[in-house]
């Protein structure tokens, strides 16, 4: 079964600092993998997606087959980077499958 | 554009009550999909709306159901709420269906749902 593991519930950094959020999957077929943003009092949002190799407010995902892995990176975190960052795969089922999501919070 | 559009955006019902949400998706938006979020399972998938077809379902069971409409808008309805139904309740629509050639889902606001 697929499946969206996202290890941190909270990460905290300094701003400035480097940032890794990490998303291992669990699929077997050819996996569609997507990076959600939900920031304070806003909706869910797409950040990226891996078939498109794009950077987003500086962020960026490199999908690794071989460790199925799907990590969201930044080098320099940015206070308004704060917000709860959502990992997840498109099974082909017509269906997102989401991770627990990871908490962001950038200090100052 | 308008986003997509969820009422009500808060909800009070007693166990045993049953509840319809509503989703207004993007003009032009014909894939309708829905997802409850808690604390303790996160987002998870509960069905999706094409056409006024429903293309899949989650592991919900049969008290959760929907529609969607032939101007896409879609509703969701719950039967003999029970108080673990307390969640928030977001909608996602997209031009076809979310993650098929790159299309991106955009999402409502949500409405929460309190189940006392």
């Known amino acids: 079964a697929q499946r969206v593991t996202q290890p941190e519930k909270l990460l905290s950094v300094f701003k400035g600092a480097p940032v890794e959020l990490k998303c291992n999957y669990s699929y077997s077929g050819s996996p569609e993998l997507f990076w959600y943003v939900q920031y304070s009092r806003q909706r869910l949002q797409l950040l990226l997606r891996?078939?498109s190799r794009e950077s987003i407010k500086g962020f960026t995902a490199d999908l690794n087959k071989g460790e199925t892995s799907f990590h969201l990176k930044k080098p320099f975190a940015q206070e308004e980077d704060s917000a709860m960052y959502y990992c997840?795969?498109?099974?082909?089922?017509?269906?997102?499958?989401f991770g627990s999501g990871t908490r962001l919070q950038v200090q100052p | 554009k308008a986003g997509v559009t969820q009422t009500p955006r808060y909800l009070i019902k007693t166990r045993g009550q049953q509840v319809t949400l509503s989703c207004s998706p993007i003009?032009?938006?014909?894939?309708v999909s829905w997802y409850q979020q808690t604390p303790g399972q996160g987002l998870q998938f509960l069905f999706e709306y094409f056409s006024e077809t429903q293309r899949n379902k989650g592991n919900f069971p049969g008290r959760f159901s929907g529609r969607q409409f032939s101007n896409s808008r879609s509703e969701m309805n719950v039967s003999t709420l029970e108080l673990g139904d307390s969640a928030l309740y977001l909608c996602?629509?997209?031009?076809?269906?979310?993650?098929?050639?790159?299309?991106?889902?955009?999402f409502g606001q949500g409405t929460r749902l309190t189940v006392v």
């Open positions: 891996h078939i």
């Open positions: 996602a629509s997209s031009l076809i269906p979310p993650g098929t050639d790159n299309t991106e889902a955009f």
């Open positions: 997840a795969l498109f099974t082909g089922r017509r269906a997102l499958t």
């Open positions: 003009s032009g938006h014909r894939s």
